[in-house]
């Protein structure tokens, strides 16, 4: 079989890379049936909001990541509010990286014989890995999967200034550097994996030595443009990041910041070796310390020795280096399973980089052990499929459970039991099927002392149940929670902008000009909050227009129509401008 294998070698380089996308494709079909999941309607109007005001510098919030509001922008404008559109994008880039994965091992194993059939397994593994769901299926998840095309990009086209020494390539895996940038943080590890890829794979001659680091001066030029926009355009957030980082208590986490990133390494290694049960919310490191960090020196320990192993021998350490990738591309996460500042310390988007290192190194190891049995059946096409097989099967079903909101919560609450976030979600999705009782348990339950959760996943709950009695028309009751919710959370303009249309409800209701007054403050404070929400800029039009304060009504509707002329509020603005207009002789526009 092995002779029919090299016989085949022209037809391989055609169909080969075609095969891994084709079949990960199918696997991910049912992503057009997803909605929009747990934050995607936030990110998305930030993302829309960045790309209708593009700058490189200036902006609000505690990420910098230009490239992925000009994605969601295009999109916009692609699809509007269609969210399989969304989806559509995060299929395709995806299916550009198992084309990418398929390049860069061609180049790597340029001269082994077998390079085609492990760049193929390996493509094939990466597009199916299981816990690449979250990234794939989840539009917020977009960020990885953007960071991975431009870093291996960059990887390649590093790869082929080293080979064929052109200086344009080198100028181009620079500026896929930034790109990577532009997408995410974790495009750091760039900057780690190209010299280890110099010295361990590719090797560090004496005489190419200062030309190889010289090499290097492009990607650190790009490095210092980026802290320089980067720091012009972040907005001090100290209050919610404060908060964030107070949920280290309600999360359970050690308040030892080194220890509880080392057991997340460990917890990551042990993830990713078995990929089989996929979960969207991690609320805490699983697995105990003693099995985690037993791992972690287990993992270490190898790394060190391949290491060392293909140094000593001078041989190419493509073991080494995909530890090593797989280590260099967790490290720029590390820091949230130290401090939290993110909504779980630990995620299986997060291995998103790291899965190809793990694709890559079964598929070389497998490949390389098996040159043939007797019976000339390769082993390497045993393990594919041994391995494709069932990752196809889990991808598949896990595609299928994000289709169904209701599913995916109920599914998360039972494997994270007694965290915030995912009753709370698992609460919404229940009140989208009109089972309002049993999300008002959910919601109560995540206010309870007992469920770990930070003061905003409270504030949320506390949301939701106000939000369920002002949809009742029982406003006064409602009113507690919502104020509970801006005690928990002074930031939570969801709090704000209910209580405006509380109060609004209620003068109208009671012809009440204190409750207008009422409704003026919070909608107004909401908007001091996060000035970009339509919807609040068109009820405090209503407030003052039945204040009797026209010209700021006008204010507020044109605002609506030059946000979002397609929104649903945006035929009532314009109705308001020309009443109006036409009552104190302003023109319209």
């Known amino acids: 079989m092995d002779v029919v294998f090299r016989k085949l070698s022209g037809i391989r380089r055609v169909f080969f890379p075609v095969i891994p996308v084709v079949v990960t494709f199918f696997a991910y079909l049912n992503v057009f049936f997803i909605g929009y999941i747990w934050d995607d309607n936030f990110f998305l109007i930030q993302g829309i909001r960045s790309f209708r005001h593009f700058s490189l510098v200036g902006g609000q919030g505690v990420y910098y990541r230009p ?9 916009h404008m692609l699809w509007g509010w269609k969210p399989w559109g969304y989806h559509l994008t995060n299929l395709v880039f995806h299916c550009i990286n198992v084309l990418l994965v398929f390049w860069v091992v061609s180049i790597l194993l340029e001269k082994d014989e077998q390079r085609d059939w492990v760049a193929l397994s390996a493509a094939l593994l990466f597009g199916l890995y299981p816990l690449s769901t979250e990234s794939v299926c989840w539009i917020s998840g977009r960020t990885d999967v953007l960071a991975f095309t431009f870093l291996m990009l960059g990887v390649a086209l590093h790869l082929l200034y080293r080979i064929k020494n052109k200086r344009w390539l080198l100028a181009l895996a620079a500026f896929s550097f930034l790109l990577t940038l532009f997408s995410k943080e974790v495009g750091l590890a760039f900057l780690l994996l190209v010299p280890f890829l110099d010295v361990v794979v590719l090797g560090f001659p004496r005489s190419k030595r200062w030309k190889t680091l010289l090499s290097y001066f492009p990607y ?3 490095l210092l443009l980026y802290l320089y926009l980067r720091k012009s355009s972040i907005q001090p957030v100290g209050e919610r990041l404060a908060a964030f980082v107070s949920a280290k208590v309600a999360h359970g986490g050690k308040g030892k910041p080194l220890l509880d990133a080392l057991l997340a390494l460990g917890f990551y290694v042990r993830r990713a070796l078995f990929p089989f049960r996929p979960n969207l919310f991690i609320g805490a490191v699983p697995g105990g310390c003693g099995l985690n960090l037993g791992i972690l020196v287990l993992f270490l320990l190898t790394l060190v020795l391949s290491t060392f192993y293909s140094l000593a021998k001078r041989r190419s350490g493509l073991v080494a280096f995909s530890l090593w990738w797989f280590l260099v591309a967790l490290l720029p996460v590390m820091p949230l399973a130290a401090a939290e500042v993110a909504k779980t310390p630990v995620a299986d988007r997060y291995l ?20 043939g049995w007797e019976e000339g059946v390769s082993l390497g096409v045993v393990f594919t499929l041994f391995l494709s097989l069932p990752f196809f099967a889990v991808t598949f079903k896990r595609c299928v459970t994000w289709t169904d909101k209701l599913a995916l919560w109920e599914d998360t609450v039972h494997k994270s039991p007694g965290f915030g976030t995912p009753l709370n979600q698992y609460g919404v999705a229940l009140l989208e099927r009109k089972r309002v009782r049993e999300a008002l348990r959910q919601f109560a339950l995540v206010l309870e002392p007992s469920i770990e959760a930070s003061p905003e996943t409270r504030a949320h709950a506390a949301d939701n149940i ?3 009695l002002m949809g009742q028309g029982r406003f006064r009751e409602s009113i507690p929670y919502f104020e509970r919710a801006i005690e928990l959370a002074p930031w939570d303009v969801i709090a704000y902008h209910n209580l405006g249309i509380v109060y609004l ?10 409750y207008l007054k009422d409704a003026q403050k919070y909608l107004e404070k909401a908007l001091q909050v996060n000035s970009t929400i339509i919807d609040t800029h068109y009820f405090l039009g209503v407030v003052y227009a039945h204040s009797g304060e026209g010209r700021k009504a006008l204010k507020e509707f044109r605002v609506v129509v030059e946000m979002d002329p397609q929104h649903p509020y945006a035929p009532r603005a314009m109705e308001w401008i020309k009443r109006l207009s036409s009552m104190d002789g302003t023109p319209s526009p």
Do not use: E
């Open 505 to 514: 409800q209620m003068a109208k209701r009671d012809d009440n000009l204190v």
């Open 352 to 371: 998103y980089l790291s899965s190809f290192a793990v694709a890559f190194l079964l598929s070389w190891l497998f490949w390389r052990m098996g040159r």
């Open 220 to 222: 650190l030029a790009v």
């Open 466 to 468: 106000g939000f369920i």
């Open 67 to 75: 490239f992925v509001g000009v994605t969601l922008g295009v999109d």
